[in-house]
């Protein structure tokens, strides 16, 4: 069974409470279980972290045995040549989520360190945008079988 690492950056922790006009009534918990179901649903196990800390991001990117990684990087996404280097280093199917859609927003979150070594980017879906992401990459993953 292929292992996902679902994960979700600064401030993601806060869903539900934090700006429920941009980005839903969703919680991290709501969208863990989307996830978890998710991914049961195309024969995946998904594994779902957070952290407000780059370097705890790091590590889970480069810990063995992930098939696939779905990421929403937060304001790591427009910032951060680190976390995208890592992505880069482990070379697998990597698909960025975003809630919102970052190309409406503030000028300085339409630029994504993440995006140039993602195979897919997902915006403006709200919580359903990480279904989407792992119903595509267990079609990603099975081309790749």
């Known amino acids: 069974m292929s292992r996902v690492l679902v994960l979700n950056g600064p401030n993601l922790n806060l869903l539900g409470r934090r700006e429920p006009h941009l980005y839903g009534g969703a919680t991290l918990a709501d969208v863990e279980a989307l996830c978890y179901d998710t991914a049961a649903a195309h024969g995946l ?54 809630l919102t859609n970052i190309h409406r927003r503030e000028s300085y979150r339409h630029r994504s360190y993440v995006s140039e070594v993602a195979d897919v980017v997902i915006c403006g879906a709200g919580a359903q945008g990480y279904a989407l992401a792992l119903t595509h990459l267990s079609h990603l993953l099975e081309r790749k079988d």
């Open 45 to 98: 196990t998904a594994d779902c972290r957070q952290s407000n800390h780059e370097g705890v991001l790091i590590d889970a990117i480069h810990e063995p045995g992930w098939s696939a990684i779905v990421i929403n990087a937060g304001g790591y996404t427009h910032t951060s040549v680190a976390l995208r280097d890592a992505l880069a280093a482990v070379a697998l199917p990597t698909i960025e989520v975003h």
